[in-house]
């Protein structure tokens, strides 16, 4: 089969490949389309933990079962996929913390993931979609898995007021979520004036791209005023100490997006003296087919999300154009057909 294949930082090469080779209990999915994450990026630049090149990355993918061994999944069913693979049986296996395990393995990552024309995966990580459900829209699945999860983590409630930091992909699944939870985003930030607009038009009641019209902001809100939650899709440190100011006193901070190699200071008495709650979120946990549901229901704009669809031939420029950190380049999609 062929597959986008990275060789090392920055060589993504389309090559023919070995065909997965299926175990019992795994199926083999066609894959439609993969979306390419933020995490995919920061692999393709060399910035990211737990990988060896070469490595087929992609762990936000749709497709297709062409071969099963397992009851779970039948031929010709569409299809989305968790991307961990864990032990089963360890403190967090056993917790609902997949991403947890010691032994991890996570497609597009240690694993081959979803650029590539086939992918085989333990049909337990499978989540069966509506015979009608668009593939391209799936792809979000995932990244809105991540979304609900957080909500969970956070213990996010209807009427909760929220902030939400970075608004390329996760970001946007994550304020959608939010909405959909019945929770109000009164405030979305993102330092590109085009990501902050698509924001806006999904509902963020205020949507700002300047550090001092997010200042003023907070000021004239006031400290009962402030959101109760604060989530960051981001991982971006000026945005980390940003939602410690900006999350009301007694209020959650949840911490979504990462940046390997990165640090970030904040003052040490700024937590304890604001009773802020701090609260870290991995992976799409155990709400894929809540997420997978929410897709099918046509619950998500994914046409504000999805900005691009490239061949997997032209894999390298789709992943050139998805490390542009403008209004225009949100996600770009890769269809998996040569």
Known sequence: MRAAVLNGPR???????????LTEGWALVRVAYNAICGSDVSLYNDAWHGTAFPAVPGHEWSGV???????????????????????????????AQRVMCPELREF???????????????????????ADVDLLTATQAEPLAVALHALERVRLEAGDRVAV???GGIGL???????????????????????AEVASSLGARTALSDTAEVARWAEEAGPAGLPDVVLDA??????IRQAGELVRPGGRVGLIGYRVGKRVEVPSAQWPLRLTETI?????????HRAADLVARGALRTDRVITHVLGLPEAAKAFRLAEQCTGDVIRVAIRAEV
């Open 65 to 95: 079962v062409a071969e099963t061994r397992s009851p779970l999944v039948a031929v010709g069913d569409k299809v989305v996929g968790d991307i961990a693979l864990s032990c089963g049986h360890c403190l967090w296996c056993r917790g």
């Open 173 to 195: 699944n994550v304020l959608q979520a939010v909405q959909a939870s019945g929770a109000d985003v009164v405030l979305a930030v993102d330092p590109v004036a085009g990501r």
């Open 108 to 130: 597009g990552f240690t694993d081959p993931g979803g650029c590539a024309e086939f992918i085989a995966v333990p049909a337990q990580n499978l989540v069966r979609l509506p």
């Open 165 to 167: 930091l970075g608004c």
């Open 280 to 288: 870290g979120v991995m992976g799409p946990g155990r709400f894929m």
């Open 11 to 21: 060589d993504i090469r389309l090559e023919d490949v070995p065909d997965p080779r």
């Open 234 to 239: 981001s991982g971006e440190p000026d945005a």
